[in-house]
């Protein structure tokens, strides 16, 4: 029988990133919550430019939507009411080929209408780089995003044995991989549709 799968406590996630099997960069152990670590805005965003197409195609995705935009330390980000923008975490994050993660908005920040990811919340065994971030504004007024304050949340769970294709790998075509930017859709519309089944359900292709 399979060893059941377990959310990681603040003491094994201390443990696995002293031991190098987790890393996160830079890494503050003052981050550390009871079964999580915080995650820190980065600098970068893509915002979208809706003259640029009159709609989104699934089936043929249309390029260059996003443009990115670099904030210093000095001033804020500022998302209107219902905007959507891709940002990024300030951390770098590697995880071992039997881990899993979850990032989940911070619940003050989701009270005051914040939103930090839409479906981007599953993070695959074998990860490598920072972390995408798809922040809404739900209030009706203007929110200022200052990078390097906490921004979302990231858990960590085992898997029941190691991944055998983990992310990353060859046969997976991992469009994200090693990311270093907020990083806008390399959704592949039709072209999906061809490769197997395997490769199509990475956690984020």
């Known amino acids: 029988m399979s060893a059941p799968t377990s959310v ?7 443990r696995l990133v002293e031991e190098g099997q987790i890393t996160v960069k830079p890494w503050d152990p003052s981050m550390v919550q009871p079964a999580s670590i915080d995650l820190r805005l980065g600098n970068t965003f893509r915002v979208f430019h809706n003259h640029r197409t009159a709609a989104i195609d699934l089936a043929a995705p249309p390029q260059n939507l996003t443009e990115q935009l670099q904030i210093t330390d000095e001033e804020p980000f500022i998302i209107h009411p ?3 923008v891709l940002g990024r975490t300030l951390e770098w994050v590697e995880l071992p080929d039997d881990v899993v993660a979850r990032i989940e908005g911070k619940s003050s920040l989701g009270r005051l209408g ?6 981007a919340g599953f993070v695959d065994p074998g990860w490598k780089g920072t972390l995408t971030l798809e922040i809404t504004n739900l209030t009706r007024v203007p929110i200022k995003l200052w990078a390097g304050k906490p921004i979302a949340q990231l858990s960590f769970m085992t898997l029941d044995a190691p991944a055998l294709r983990p992310y990353g790998h060859p046969e997976l075509g991992s469009h994200y991989h090693g990311q270093v930017e907020a990083t806008e859709s390399r959704y592949e ?9 395997a490769a199509r359900t990475s956690g984020d292709d």
């Open 8 to 14: 990681l406590s603040d003491g094994t996630i201390l």
């Open 82 to 84: 219902g905007e959507f």
């Open 114 to 119: 914040l939103i930090v990811h839409a479906t």
């Open 189 to 197: 519309g039709g072209r999906a549709a061809s490769q197997s089944s």
